[in-house]
């Protein structure tokens, strides 16, 4: 009996295509989801646009009122035009950024901020710079507590600050090592009790010799050195605390040595000086 050949059907390797229908309609629905997106985009990016128009544009956002604080030195109305902010604009006409690089074009601003308080007011801080001394160049400089030398004294200017001399441009700008000292000794002379910046006229720098205080009203230099300021200080604060025939005639008095004072006069009977 012959064997019938039953032959058996190979599996195809190929994967079956979906139906073009169902193909059409998943190809319709992406590309109606990107028409979907696009179009939002455009109504939102327009109606953004048209939302800021109307925002800079409506006269119920107009600029009512300008408040300037911190305002010592300067005066609020010069700070306000340097703003460039006007009454009658809008709020949200103007940079914030932009108006507070204008007003620290002001030397005497350290800083400023400018703030929007809806519906229609500015409001303007400012920080202003402490002047603490006036530095003798070629002409007279305003030094800041930072040490930071930031304008001219103008004629007419009234600052009852201590002078600084002996310093260049050259010594201010670069922030070498003498006005690393200059500000260690200045800010001790603030800070400290006893003899202090209240009692001192003028700050001689030296770059060699050191540093040298003036008082206010005797003019008495008092020699300190490059360093140990605090020991020197301390050391003329005995000085002056003894009785006052020790510093009758006394045109100087040296305390760059440790536990040593060395009053120098200007009369003939103690010519070479004094030791304390």
Excluded at 172 to 201: C, I, P, Q, Y
């Amino acid at each position: 009996m012959r064997k019938s050949a039953v032959k058996k059907k190979k599996r195809s390797n190929r994967r079956r295509r979906e139906p073009f229908v169902k193909r059409a309609a998943r190809r319709v629905a992406v590309a109606a989801k990107v028409v979907v997106a696009m179009v939002l985009v455009v109504f939102i990016g327009y109606g953004s646009w048209w939302l800021y128009g109307k925002a800079i544009t409506t006269e119920e956002l107009a600029v009512r009122h300008l408040a300037v604080t911190g305002a010592l030195r300067t005066q609020p109305r010069e700070i306000i035009r340097l703003s460039g902010i006007r009454e009658g604009q809008n709020i949200y006409s103007f940079s914030a950024g932009e108006v507070e690089r204008m007003i620290e074009e002001n030397p005497w601003v350290l800083s400023a901020a400018v703030k929007r308080r809806l519906p229609g007011t500015v409001k303007i801080v400012i920080k202003e710079r402490r002047p603490v001394a006036i530095v003798q160049m070629r002409d007279l400089f305003v030094m800041d507590s930072e040490g930071t030398v930031f304008k001219k004294l103008d004629s007419g200017e009234r600052l009852d600050l201590p002078l600084v001399t002996g310093l260049s441009k050259e010594m201010v700008e670069n922030e070498g090592a003498l006005m690393s000292s200059f500000m260690r000794l200045f800010t001790l002379l603030e800070e400290r009790k006893g003899f202090n910046l209240d009692n001192v006229s003028e700050i001689h720098c030296d770059a060699t010799y050191g540093f040298t205080l003036h008082t206010l009203g005797s003019g008495l230099k008092v020699e300190l050195g490059s360093s140990r300021f605090e020991a020197g200080l301390r050391l003329f604060d005995r000085v002056r605390s003894m009785k006052k025939e020790t510093l009758r005639g006394a045109v100087a008095v040296d305390v760059r040595r440790a536990g040593e004072a060395l009053v120098k006069y200007d009369h003939d009977v103690a010519k070479r000086g004094r030791r304390v």
